[in-house]
């Protein structure tokens, strides 16, 4: 049984890597002048989100800790943490983001599923967790739209 599971996950895998990710460059960048407190408004996005979505991730929080700081949450399968090198948090305003992105990421290792999330931009932006393995985002979480104000 156990060999099937690590099939499954590893077709999975090729499938979501060989849908294609975009080139471009991450823009990390933030400023310090706007100190205006953060709010967040989430929603799942339906459509093309939905076909790379594996239900053994989940982002089950980001609410926002002021100055523009969101505590991001999420949740992840044993059978999904077994495979993980890692998580990699995605904040775009692409409303699908995924690996590489050209918003802000952040990596986190395997043993870690929060995230204060400091230094954020203001506006609308979308939210997106991902397993990473061999260095690549394996499997996604649902997308959040997530308003820093």
Same mark, same amino acid.
């Given at each position: 049984?156990?060999?099937?599971?690590?099939?499954?996950?590893?077709?999975?895998?090729?499938?979501?890597?060989?849908?294609?990710?975009?080139?471009?460059?991450?823009?990390?960048?933030?400023?310090?002048?706007?100190?205006?407190?953060?709010?967040?408004?989430?929603?799942?996005?339906?459509?093309?989100?939905?076909?790379?979505?594996?239900?053994?991730?989940?982002?089950? *929080?980001?609410? %926002? &800790? /002021?100055? #523009?700081? $969101?505590? =991001?949450?999420?949740?992840?399968? +044993?059978?999904?943490?077994?495979?993980?090198?890692?998580?990699?948090?995605?904040?775009?305003?692409?409303?699908?983001?995924?690996?590489?992105?050209?918003?802000?990421?952040?990596?986190?290792?395997?043993?870690?599923?929060?995230?204060?999330? *400091?230094?954020? %931009? &203001? /506006?609308? #932006?979308? $939210?997106? =967790?991902?397993?990473?393995?061999? +260095?690549?985002?394996?499997?996604?979480?649902?997308?959040?739209?997530?308003?820093?104000?």
């Amino acid at each position: 049984m156990q060999r099937f599971k690590a099939v499954g996950i590893t077709l999975a895998a090729l499938i979501l890597v060989g849908g294609g990710c975009a080139n471009g460059t991450t823009d990390n960048t933030t400023t310090d002048s706007e100190q205006d407190q953060p709010s967040v408004q989430t929603t799942t996005q339906k459509g093309a989100a939905s076909e790379k979505v594996n239900p053994g991730i989940m982002i089950t *929080k980001a609410e %926002p &800790l /002021g100055n #523009r700081t $969101l505590l =991001v949450e999420f949740e992840v399968t +044993d059978e999904a943490n077994e495979v993980a090198e890692g998580y990699r948090m995605i904040l775009s305003n692409e409303e699908v983001p995924e690996w590489p992105t050209k918003g802000y990421w952040y990596q986190l290792g395997r043993s870690h599923t929060s995230k204060e999330w *400091k230094g954020l %931009p &203001l /506006g609308k #932006r979308y $939210l997106r =967790v991902c397993v990473v393995e061999d +260095d690549v985002c394996a499997a996604y979480s649902e997308v959040m739209e997530v308003e820093v104000k």
